[in-house]
């Protein structure tokens, strides 16, 4: 694993590099927060990406300080909470990956009512890119969200897919 600086929030305005990205979702927040933030192995069934052995590795309930497992292209990640406002925001930072993609790096959702039932998501991935993350670095914006856009099409529509977790 290649350890990642340990940042906060603050991190955000700090960072080298930012993306910002915003989505709407047919759903209310509550329901937008509780399936991005309650289960990470839940991410594989609706995120494009992830599997299903995405964890938490510390004791429910999980807010500020929780430490999760997640796996991206199968690329495993360790990340630490750094906040949780039920509904409102979510945010993480990378503690370490598998791949040296970056030397640090926080998400941040907000989850923002649109008057009606729905939600408008946005996202920010703050970081400081290791040599794997500038290269990328052009093509990042499109393809994150299109990430985000399909998995807020996937939860308002319910259509759910798995992506197979190996046997090892």
């Given amino acids: 694993m290649f350890d990642c600086?340990?940042?906060?929030?603050?991190?955000?305005?700090?960072a080298p590099a930012r993306l910002d990205v915003a989505v709407n979702v047919g759903l209310p927040p509550s329901e937008v927060f509780a399936a991005l933030a309650h289960n990470p192995a839940?991410?594989?069934?609706?995120y494009p990406g992830f599997d299903r052995r995405g964890r938490y590795q510390t004791p429910a309930p999980h807010g500020v300080g929780s430490r999760r497992t997640?796996?991206?292209?199968?690329?495993k990640f360790e990340e630490t909470i750094l906040a949780w406002d039920e509904g409102?925001?979510?945010?993480?930072?990378?503690?370490?990956?598998?791949?040296p993609l970056f030397d640090a790096?926080?998400?941040?959702?907000?989850?923002?009512?649109?008057?009606?039932?729905?939600?408008?998501?946005?996202w920010t991935l703050a970081y400081k890119p290791r040599l794997a993350f500038k290269l990328a670095r052009p093509l990042l914006p499109r393809f994150l969200t299109f990430a985000l856009t399909r998995a807020g099409h996937n939860l308002e529509n319910g259509r759910w897919f798995s992506t197979p977790t190996p046997d090892s």
């Fill in 5 to 14: 600086e340990s940042v906060d929030v603050d991190f955000l305005d700090t």
């Fill in 105 to 122: 790096c926080v998400e941040d959702y907000h989850f923002h009512t649109d008057g009606s039932e729905a939600t408008l998501v946005r």
């Fill in 42 to 46: 839940a991410w594989g069934e609706f």
């Fill in 70 to 75: 997640a796996r991206f292209a199968r690329v």
């Fill in 88 to 99: 409102a925001r979510w945010a993480f930072r990378v503690d370490s990956t598998q791949v």
